[in-house]
């Protein structure tokens, strides 16, 4: 089983930067798959942005240019860097991996999630 915590949420102004991190835990080989989603309320859950283990990075069209996702293979970790956060910025962010377990099985988990707000 493995087990994502996520941490860095919370309020802050428009125009303010935070910086979300995703740590995964458990019986891992490889981690192919890290990203982030968000869901607002009212709303359904969308891709924020991807990395691959290979570094390969996807960006929904409304954060390019403001957010920055990154990863550490060794630790496990996923980041993702929000800069000129928007209003519209706000909801619940969820880390999300895929990969393979220390017994050649795939794997796919989600966080509990992790609540940003942006005032203006």
């Known amino acids: 089983q493995v087990q994502l915590v996520e941490s860095g949420g919370g309020l802050v102004q428009a125009g303010g930067s935070l910086r979300l991190s995703c740590a995964a835990s458990?019986?891992?080989?490889?981690?192919?798959?890290m990203g982030w989603y968000r869901q607002a309320p009212g709303k359904q859950r969308e891709l924020v942005a991807a990395?691959?283990?290979?570094?390969?990075?996807n960006y929904a069209d409304s954060v390019k240019g403001r957010f920055t996702i990154s990863r550490d293979n060794a630790k496990n970790t996923v980041y993702l860097q929000m800069n000129s956060l928007k209003p519209e910025d706000t909801a619940v962010y969820y880390c999300n991996a895929a990969g393979y377990t220390g017994w050649g099985k795939n794997f796919g988990s989600w966080g509990q999630g992790t609540q940003v707000t942006v005032s203006s």
């Open positions: 990395i691959t283990s290979g570094g390969s990075t």
């Open positions: 458990g019986s891992i080989f490889t981690t192919t798959y």
